[in-house]
């Protein structure tokens, strides 16, 4: 599902085109040691489902947390399970350059991320106002409408 939605999302940041990568949309999955299956997994289904969004390719990068690098340049990330400490570090990074950080844990908003999924018998996509405003990011209207604030 978070494959489906996630990409989609990204759309709604009405800067989007500034934050190509060589002209592609590139999204770095960041997560542990015990999550590299499921890792592996959003990556392939990612680019399965969207080999473009709009015009440009999505390049899906896999990232350990210990490994990530606050100069690469990304579109968006995706935060698979981590500590809390590697959360707020990518939270940060992302906030400073304008970054959409999206992960499934809810809890993780508490840490500065922009956008969780939850799914159960329905969707429901909740944004942090906060992190929203910390990051400067500017998204289209319509998203709000069917997202939760948190």
Same mark, same amino acid.
Do not use: C, W
């Given at each position: 599902?978070?494959?489906?939605?996630? %990409?989609? *999302?990204?759309?709604?940041?009405?800067?989007? #085109?500034?934050? $190509?990568?060589?002209?592609?949309?590139? +999204?770095?999955?960041?997560?542990?040691?015990?999550?590299? @299956?499921?890792? @592996?997994?959003?990556?392939?289904? &990612?680019?399965?489902?969207? %080999?473009?969004?709009?015009?440009?390719?999505?390049?899906?990068?896999?990232?350990? /947390?210990?490994?990530?690098?606050?100069? #690469?340049?990304?579109?968006? /990330?995706? #935060?698979?399970?981590? #500590?809390?400490?590697? +959360? *707020?570090?990518? @939270?940060?990074?992302?906030?400073? @350059?304008?970054?959409?950080?999206?992960?499934?844990?809810?809890? /993780?908003?508490?840490?500065?991320? $922009? &956008?969780?999924? /939850?799914?159960?018998? !329905?969707?429901?996509?909740?944004?942090?106002?906060?992190? $929203?405003?910390?990051?400067? *990011?500017? $998204?289209?209207? +319509?998203?709000?409408? *069917?997202? !939760? +604030?948190?």
């Amino acid at each position: 599902m978070h494959a489906k939605i996630f %990409p989609k *999302i990204l759309l709604s940041d009405t800067k989007i #085109e500034n934050k $190509l990568v060589n002209g592609s949309v590139k +999204i770095i999955v960041l997560y542990s040691d015990e999550d590299i @299956n499921v890792a @592996n997994k959003l990556k392939t289904q &990612m680019i399965r489902f969207y %080999p473009f969004l709009k015009e440009h390719p999505l390049q899906v990068v896999l990232k350990e /947390y210990r490994d990530f690098d606050p100069s #690469e340049d990304t579109t968006a /990330y995706y #935060e698979l399970y981590g #500590e809390k400490k590697s +959360i *707020i570090n990518v @939270n940060k990074t992302a906030q400073k @350059n304008s970054r959409i950080t999206f992960a499934y844990e809810s809890n /993780y908003l508490d840490y500065g991320t $922009l &956008m969780s999924l /939850y799914v159960s018998d !329905k969707v429901s996509l909740y944004i942090s106002m906060e992190a $929203l405003k910390q990051s400067d *990011i500017v $998204l289209d209207n +319509i998203i709000y409408k *069917i997202a !939760k +604030i948190k």
